[in-house]
């Protein structure tokens, strides 16, 4: 049985997908302060490394935070290899990246996967489109083999966009998706419920029951309990629009934009959100819900929902998965959460 690691975020093994975090200065706020975050960006991208160890079924690869917003690797497509930089999404279940037959503004500044150019693609005429919450694509089914470090998966079927709409300029290429497969636009198979089936490795699980959360001791929402989605893909915590603003009112922050805005004095001051789950308390304090933007100005990572749904939920984001060690296990149904270190 195969393990794969996922620097920063995930792990799988025979029973469980690990996602272990660590607290590190991140780039963001080493580089932003003096203008030099994009040039870096752009003077050194990022380039695969794997690490294999002699005699053991661990592979290690590599994952980037890009901008405290979500973590992307590299994988390859096709013989030979093409690369891409992708983001490992819990909170959807679809892998996909540009074409070259592609031509939308966001696929122009990514790399685009050159089919003729791979002796192991096999087209279809399967069509298929998904809605993100910032963009959204368009596009074909497809089949060729996809590496993950060590692992690879042959016939691997994948979406390759012919239309995409507000990806233009992200510092990635296309999306691999980690969540369940009925929950697929596409339908086709997940790359690692294939891996699965065959044996490679096991699958993992990605929502949990939320108890309740609670603001200065006071219960602020999932009074009678909710659902929540732990989801890489996504930067914020996100809830029902009238429960996030009340929390807004309650740390001070007032509306500037797309953001809401709180004096960065404040932080010190400002009370934690608390997360139960199964009677256990997981708070986010203000120094990790706050962040700065390129001005030196604090901001709330608290965002609205933008898909509504008839029962209260929530998504816990890269504002979370920072501050706490994640066991996902599918194949139970369950999830283990526990303070990073």
């Known amino acids: 049985m195969k393990w794969l690691v996922l620097l920063g975020l995930v792990a799988f093994s025979e029973c469980i997908v690990k996602i272990p975090l660590r607290r590190v200065k991140t780039m963001r706020k080493t580089l932003s302060g003096k203008n030099m975050l994009n040039n870096f960006l752009k003077e050194d991208p990022y380039r695969l490394s794997h690490i294999s160890f002699r005699g053991s079924n661990l592979t290690i690869h590599p994952l980037r935070n890009i901008r405290d917003i979500f973590y992307v690797g590299n994988i390859t497509i096709g013989t ?7 983001i490992f999404d819990t909170g959807s279940s679809d892998l996909w990246v540009p074409s070259i037959d592609c031509n939308s503004t966001s696929c122009a500044t990514h790399v685009r996967f050159r ?3 791979s002796s192991t693609f096999r087209p279809t005429n399967k069509t298929f489109r998904i809605i993100y919450g910032s963009g959204r694509m368009n596009g074909v089914i497809a089949y060729d083999t996809v590496r993950i470090g060590d692992l690879v998966s042959t016939d691997q079927p994948f979406g390759l966009s012919v239309e995409e709409y507000g990806f233009a300029h992200k510092r990635f290429d296309g999306i691999l998706g980690l969540n369940y497969w009925n929950l697929s636009w596409s339908k ?7 891996l699965k089936n065959e044996g490679a490795i096991s699958e993992p699980v990605f929502a949990f029951y939320l108890s309740n959360i609670t603001m200065n001791r006071e219960v602020i929402a999932c009074s009678e309990g909710c659902a929540a989605l732990v989801d890489t893909g996504s930067s914020n915590i996100q809830g029902p629009g009238r429960l996030i603003d009340n929390i807004q009112r309650i740390i001070g922050a007032t509306p500037r934009g ?3 805005y709180v ?14 789950i199964n009677g256990v308390n997981y708070p986010v304090p203000p120094r990790a819900y706050i962040l700065k933007d390129s001005r030196g100005h604090c901001y709330t990572t608290f965002k609205e929902k933008r898909v ?7 998504v816990l984001g890269e504002v979370f998965l920072r501050l706490y060690f994640s066991v996902f296990d599918r194949g139970n149904d369950r999830i283990g959460l526990a303070r990073r270190v």
Do not use: G
């Open 115 to 117: 089919h003729l150019q």
């Open 80 to 86: 030979p290899p093409q690369e891409f930089q992708v």
């Open 263 to 276: 004096s960065c004095s404040a932080v010190n001051i400002l009370p934690s959100i608390i997360f139960t």
């Open 188 to 194: 086709a198979m997940p790359i690692f419920d294939k």
């Open 258 to 260: 797309s953001k809401y």
């Open 308 to 314: 509504r749904r008839s029962t209260e939920s929530w």
